[in-house]
């Protein structure tokens, strides 16, 4: 598919303008075998089993309910070395700050930083500040790096099979909506508040299920429709979902009905899907429900050979559709 002449903003959506240009462009710049699994991190050839990840942040508000941009900057980086089966060690982190930014938003985003690497055992080893002119910057702009050592082997879309099971550690939606909610006060009143945490301790608890856990993943930009097309989309397998079983809370589903948007395509922050043998599903699922942040967990779908690449949901009505990738830029600035 051809790209388009200019960069617009569904090429930062996650859906399949980002793949186009990530398939178009970047990969055949600098393919490698690292990079060419597409991964949330890259596994690096080392004796040490190294994992490495990196993300910027630039969303808008900076504040938001539930978190803020310094907190969202440690979640993001440290989920994606958890979804490669890392244990988190070590962030950088650089600012890109506006003039006339203030100093009070400032301490309190480090703060926030301190506090979630705190929280999950990494430290903060290196960074940068660049300070650009005013109107150039949008307040402020994070980029973090992270660096960990692989516990959990194995994982990949190539290990998922006919018969496996779709989990998620909680309700859907969550971040991406109370963030559009937040901007520009478009639900007044709103009891939506963003998921954002980080899942260092249900990833461990995955760790003990090793062999049955086939692929797990965050569904931030895009949701869960769009990470898991990302699964099926380059083999021959189809993930059929059941729309009742998967959690939503009532608050996300409402403010989705208003703004008209669907909650399946709105980021979280602070859940995972994850592809697992049927035969331990169960089990999987009740061990995350022993911590708060997993208490919602549930099985939502099966992997079958139906509709070949395709993601597919049986609907409240008992009809069928098709999940497809995200199209355009349905949340901006998320993350």
């Known amino acids: 598919m051809a790209l388009d002449e200019i960069i617009t903003l569904a090429y930062g959506s996650g859906g399949k303008k980002t793949s186009e240009l990530i398939d178009e462009i970047i990969v055949p710049s600098f393919n490698n075998p690292e990079l060419s699994k597409l991964s949330d991190g890259a596994l690096l050839n080392s004796e040490n089993k190294i994992v490495f990840s990196t993300d910027s942040f630039v969303i808008n508000p900076y504040f938001f309910p539930g978190g803020d941009i310094g907190k969202l900057s440690v979640c993001g980086t440290v989920n994606d070395l958890c979804m490669c ?12 700050i506006e003039e006339g ?30 300070v650009v002119e005013k109107g150039k910057g949008d307040g402020i702009y994070i980029n973090t790096s992270g660096v960990g050592f692989l516990r959990h082997e194995g994982l990949g879309e190539d290990k998922i099979e006919t018969g496996d099971v779709v989990i998620v550690t909680g309700t859907m939606g969550d971040h991406g909506i109370s963030v559009m909610a937040a901007r520009n006060n478009l639900i007044s009143g709103s009891e939506l508040v963003s998921d954002c945490r980080t899942l260092h301790r249900l990833s461990e608890e995955m760790a003990r299920f090793k062999g049955d856990v086939k692929v797990m993943r965050d569904p931030t930009r895009g949701g869960l429709a769009t990470t898991l097309n990302e699964f099926v989309e380059r083999n ?62 549930a099985i939502i779908g099966r ?19 098709i999940l497809s990738k995200l ?9």
Do not use: H, M, W
């Open 303 to 321: 992997v079958t050979s139906k509709y070949p690449g395709k993601v597919v949901i049986k609907t409240y009505l008992g009809g069928t559709r």
């Open 85 to 96: 089966g890392g244990v988190p060690k070590y962030l950088s982190l650089s600012f890109i």
């Open 236 to 297: 021959s397998l189809t993930i059929e979902l059941e729309e009742e079983l998967i959690p939503i809370k009532a608050t996300v589903a409402n403010a989705c009905e208003i703004l008209g948007l669907d909650p399946l395509y709105s980021a979280n922050e602070g859940k995972f899907v994850a592809i697992v043998s049927e035969n331990r599903a169960l089990e999987i699922v009740e061990a995350l429900k022993k911590f708060p942040e997993g208490c919602d967990a």
């Open 327 to 335: 199209t355009g830029a349905q949340l901006p600035r998320i993350c």
């Open 101 to 130: 930014f203030l100093l009070t938003d400032l301490i309190k985003i480090v703060e926030s930083i301190k506090e979630t690497a705190a929280e999950c055992g990494v430290k903060i080893v290196t960074g940068d500040t660049k």
